[in-house]
């Protein structure tokens, strides 16, 4: 079964760039559609972007359009998330998981990993 572990985040001051990363074990990482979420305090998980198997689609929560871009490399079974021009309220931990959704989803719709903590702060 394929297992995925988030990695990357970290304390940005608003304006400011990270890069996640999603890094799979197996071989099976390059058969999957991954989806990135986070899940802010007090809030619903949501889904922020979605990427296809080839990398060649792409799909984006409207909070995060134009911000946040989403890649891959299958060689490296690795996904990236670049989040450009950080706002406070992309402050949440995040996820992926080899289910898409854009927008809220319920807590058991996919198997989480422990996330990577992104503080958008001053």
């Known amino acids: 079964q394929l297992q995925l572990a988030e990695s990357g985040g970290g304390l940005v001051q608003p304006g400011g760039s990270l890069r996640l990363s999603c890094a799979g074990s197996?071989?099976?990482?390059?058969?999957?559609?991954l989806g990135w979420f986070r899940q802010a305090p007090g809030k619903e998980r949501e889904g922020v972007s979605c990427i296809s198997v080839s990398g060649g689609s792409t799909s984006y929560a409207d909070s995060v359009k134009g911000r946040f871009t989403s890649s891959r490399d299958n060689a490296k079974n690795t996904a990236y998330l670049q989040m450009d021009s950080l706002k406070p309220e992309d402050t949440a931990i995040y996820y992926c998981?080899?289910?898409?959704?854009?927008?809220?989803?319920?807590?058991?719709?996919?198997?989480w990993g422990q996330g990577t903590q992104v503080t958008v702060s001053s």
């Open positions: 998981t080899t289910r898409c959704a854009i927008g809220h989803v319920r807590s058991d719709f996919a198997s």
């Open positions: 197996g071989s099976t990482f390059g058969y999957y559609s």
